[in-house]
Nanobody, 125 residues
């Protein structure tokens, strides 16, 4: 069992930055892939970025490459999403999620086993 708690959302002007945090708890956190998804009003939840808790490559969707960075702090069992050069179209509820490592880092939300409660990010123009 893994529990996820996000924080760090808020209101920011276009071009600004925010850093989201996801604190994970559970005995086997290092066995999981940690990911970020987002859901805008009227749209499906979409993949943003992911990485293995134990390290290695990171993965992100094309629309955020060069602007968003996923990282981790193992000692704190925390995963971050640094978001720079924010755009109004980044406005959404951002969710932290986790799936047990099964050989790949998945981008499909249906492959994720655990979810946080979400945090709102609003980017004004």
């Amino acid at each position: 069992q893994v529990q996820l708690v996000e924080s760090g959302g808020g209101l920011v002007q276009a071009g600004g930055s925010l850093r989201l945090s996801c604190a994970a708890s559970g005995r086997t956190v290092n066995l999981y892939v940690m990911g970020w998804f987002r859901q805008a009003p009227g749209k499906e939840r979409e993949f943003v970025a992911a990485m293995r808790s134990s390290g290695g490559s990171t993965y992100s969707t094309e629309s955020v490459k060069g602007r968003f960075t996923i990282s981790r702090h193992n000692a704190k069992n925390t995963v971050y999403l640094q978001m720079n050069s924010l755009k109004p179209e980044d406005t959404a509820v951002y969710y932290c999620a986790a799936h047990l490592w099964r050989g790949s880092v998945y981008r499909d939300r249906r492959s994720y086993d655990y979810w946080g409660q979400g945090t709102q990010v609003t980017v004004s123009s």
